[in-house]
């Protein structure tokens, strides 16, 4: 079965740093990663897809993220965060074989002024 | 344009009864997806609809759980005999033929006293 992993439960980050959040995800021929972004009370907004091509893809709100096939990793990365990101961040994986997607257990961002 | 609606917001039953929790797909979307997300965790597939039926019902806990698309539209989640267990925000998501991004509702959150 397949299964994605986001080993940070708590990140804290002062604004203007940068931000790397991370996943991994299981083994699959032609993984589909997305990144999703969700604020209290709020459902979730997708901030990024990787399907295939290029392995750095790039988001909304500035937030980019590297499929590093080697390493089963998707990870999330921003330059400078704004107080604005604060909000939970959940990695998603699908495949061809199966539409449903596979959440991990997300990543909960707080940002320090 | 208008995303994923969901109906109710809020529900609040006491255990044992029925209740039903509506989702309005994205128009001219053909897949609709419902997750289940409890506190502190990301969101857990139930059912997935490819127009009228269901396609995928591999998540659906137990029998208690039943959903339906009968024009290939709306979505109704239907819970029969609820328990306290059941208590989570229920998700609904929508994507088009033409791409896999699932596109989500802001959830129902259903509280079973």
């Known amino acids: 079965a397949q299964s994605v992993t986001q080993p940070d439960i708590h990140i804290t980050v002062s604004e203007g740093a940068s931000l790397e959040l991370r996943c991994n995800y299981s083994?699959?021929?032609?993984?589909?990663l997305f990144w999703y972004v969700q604020s209290p009370g709020q459902g979730l907004q997708l901030l990024l897809k990787?399907?295939?091509?290029?392995?750095l893809v790039q988001g909304i709100k500035g937030f980019e993220a590297e499929f590093k096939r080697s390493q089963s990793s998707f990870n999330l990365r921003k330059p400078s965060v704004h107080w604005s990101d604060a909000a939970e961040y959940f990695c998603?994986?699908?495949?061809?074989?199966?539409?449903?997607?596979?959440f991990g257990s997300g990543t909960r961002l707080q940002v320090q002024p | 344009g208008a995303g994923v609606s969901q109906t109710p917001s809020n529900k609040v039953t006491e255990k044992g009864k029925y209740v039903e929790l509506r989702c309005d797909p994205i128009?001219?979307?053909?897949?609709l997806y419902w997750y289940r997300q409890s506190l502190g965790q990301g969101p857990e597939f139930l059912i997935y609809?490819?127009?009228?039926?269901?396609?995928?019902d591999s998540g659906l806990p137990n029998d208690r759980f039943f959903a339906v698309r009968p024009e290939g539209s709306v979505s109704t989640l239907k819970i029969q005999r609820t328990e306290r267990g059941d208590s989570a925000v229920y998700l609904c998501?929508?994507?088009?033929?033409?791409?896999?991004?699932?596109?989500f509702g802001p959830g129902t959150r259903l509280t079973v006293l």
């Open positions: 990787y399907f295939s091509g290029d392995t």
């Open positions: 128009s001219g979307h053909t897949a």
């Open positions: 083994y699959g021929a032609t993984p589909y």
């Open positions: 998603a994986q699908g495949d061809t074989g199966r539409r449903a997607l596979t």
């Open positions: 998501a929508s994507s088009s033929a033409a791409t896999d991004t699932q596109y």
């Open positions: 609809f490819q127009g009228t039926g269901a396609a995928d």
